[in-house]
């Protein structure tokens, strides 16, 4: 008999349909074509920085120049952007129903190596940490602009996750809007706070540190867990242990322990499910409601195993058909160095 | 510059992006590929009617038995059910946390027609309208289940879209729970109807009517239009004219007009872009909920022609590429029978 599950968090149901479940190790067949390295014509390899707008921040070797090779992280406006620093933050109603505004905000994408064919799960640690700190320094720029309601820093790895550029990136979108997928969210968080005065998140960590069933890994100050109502198999949350509700607030130190327990977990599932496409999603507070008490950052990691259908567009109820206790410890069991 | 809009009815934003915009014509290139015709091992063609559950519902020719050929419309339970109607209803929390109950439910299977090889926009219209009158009495009958909360009729078309059998055939599933989004869909509805005293998808229907350009058919009592703030290139929508909630309400005459317009619908998609894989999905009121004037019945059709990323699965706002009145132009003028 399969099972309906409530993330205590977003409210929303997952069912757990154990009678067509999957062993975990069923999905290692996925995988993704490996890189074609066509380094000529790629935008993002070094030597190609004039085929991108001009970078925005990067780390480079000293003496070189902006928009030249020398750099190991660099970030550019994205060329094909979804939303631009131009336009008019008003909104306004067509026929006093139909509400629309420009697509005024900000959409940069971070080149995340000059290699080519590497990817987070394959880069060395000290790579991944000034990915991350990277994302720290966009994150507090693109919040600070006064149009910005939302930043959202999220990486698509592989083409069934959405992505059409092989080279390692993710994307920084900041939108002049709280979608209403997050407003929701931090609704249900502010009503849990609420009822019981304590961060649902935070409570959701106490109670995964108590169970254990659930957990893939463990660091001082963060916890990498598999969601008891996980929408999809391997469904992988990292959460800071400490309350906070910003991501961008993260220290460089905190910054470089979450780069390693993010790689590791990564690594993990790239040798476990054989470098499965995913897309991983850095969530924090609207930028208007900063250093609150009842929401909570963290890091979503959501493999593209399996689709979504017209249940699951419908409803919003995923159908995920490996159990999440058995995925962490599956998880739990790939050997990484 | 792109644009940002908003659904009037749901308050979901997206992007309509015209600098990466496409003209709808470059969308001819995603097919489908050509069903095999594995008639012999298909669990769903006439003869191998022993390879499925035992039918629930049929039409066929009087002299012939249940679980025999002679069907040319049948539903049968899902043999790999999300949901099966055994179980509590009562739900139960994990260290007082983590909510959860037994996958209690329905889900059927309605395989729309004998021939292996069709699909709606291919069908006859007398197929369509007994599919549609097959829909309504399997509604009638899941929503009569005291367990149901919200029965969701949805056809998975192609394997983008979600499908793992080609054999044309539909699914109805009645959950035992509101779904969060559905829950969030009724309270935006009903708020504009506190606000304004008439069903905001009444007030869609007469907007969009007036303005026309979104338009791409109508009849009678039916309209389908490209909605303002559609989520993805060619979503239509379509919706009864008259206020109505339930879409097992339907009299037998207005299921053949929608069946109707609902196979000319699907058949310009067919031929304008090539067969592309797509979600259909009858949204009805919550089953507690019935005949109430806030909400309106309708059927959404979602092209799998762009794929979803970090930034919507994180946001829920929608990039899309394609302006709506262009894409409506576009279907409009695709010629069918």
Redesign the interface.
């Known amino acids: ?6 993330n ?1 968090a ?4 997952v ?3 154990t ?2 479940s999957k062993r975990p190790g069923d999905f290692c067949d996925t995988v993704c074509p490996p890189p074609t390295n066509d380094v000529e014509h790629c935008p993002f390899c070094p030597g190609n920085e004039k085929k991108t707008p001009p970078e925005v921040f990067s780390y480079r070797t000293y003496e070189t120049k902006a928009d030249s090779p020398g750099w190991w992280v660099r970030v550019i406006p994205n060329k ?5 620093p ?2 008019k933050i008003e909104r306004s109603k ?2 006093h ?8 905000g900000r959409h940069e994408v971070l080149i995340e190596s000059p290699e080519h064919d590497k990817c987070l799960a394959t880069m060395s640690e000290k790579q991944v940490e000034d990915i991350f700190l990277a994302y720290r320094e966009r994150s507090i720029a693109l919040s600070k602009d006064k149009n910005s309601e ?1 930043v ?1 820093i ?3 790895h592989g083409k ?4 059409s550029l092989e080279h390692p990136h993710s ?1 920084i ?1 900041a ?3 709280t ?4 407003r ?1 969210l931090v609704e249900e968080a502010m009503r849990y706070f609420d009822d019981h005065g304590t961060c649902v998140y935070c ?2 960590a106490e ?1 995964e540190l ?2 254990k069933e659930r957990i893939v890994l463990e660091s001082d100050n963060f916890l990498v867990f598999q969601p ?2 996980s929408r999809s198999p391997f469904e992988t949350w990292i959460l800071p242990k400490k309350h906070e509700s910003n991501f961008d607030n993260i220290s460089p130190e905190l910054a470089k322990e979450l780069a390693f327990i993010v790689r590791k977990t990564l690594l993990k599932i790239y040798k476990g499910l054989n470098n499965p496409d995913y ?3 850095v ?1 924090s507070s609207p930028c208007h409601e900063r250093d609150v008490e009842y929401y909570h950052w963290r890091i ?1 990691i ?1 493999p593209r195993i399996s ?11 995923y ?1 995920n058909t490996v159990i999440p206790e058995e995925a962490a410890k599956f998880l739990r069991d790939v050997e990484v160095e």
């Open positions: 008999m399969s099972q309906l599950r409530q205590p977003t409210k929303e149901w069912i757990i349909a009678d067509r094909f952007a979804a939303l631009e131009k336009g067509i026929d129903f139909f509400l629309h505004m420009d697509g005024l939302l959202i999220f990486e698509n069934n996750a959405g992505t994307q979108i939108t002049p809007v979608p209403m997928r997050v929701h409570a959701m109670k108590a169970l008891f109502a897309n991983l999603m969530f979503q959501l689709s979504m259908a017209g249940f699951e567009l419908g409803t919003g109820i159908i």
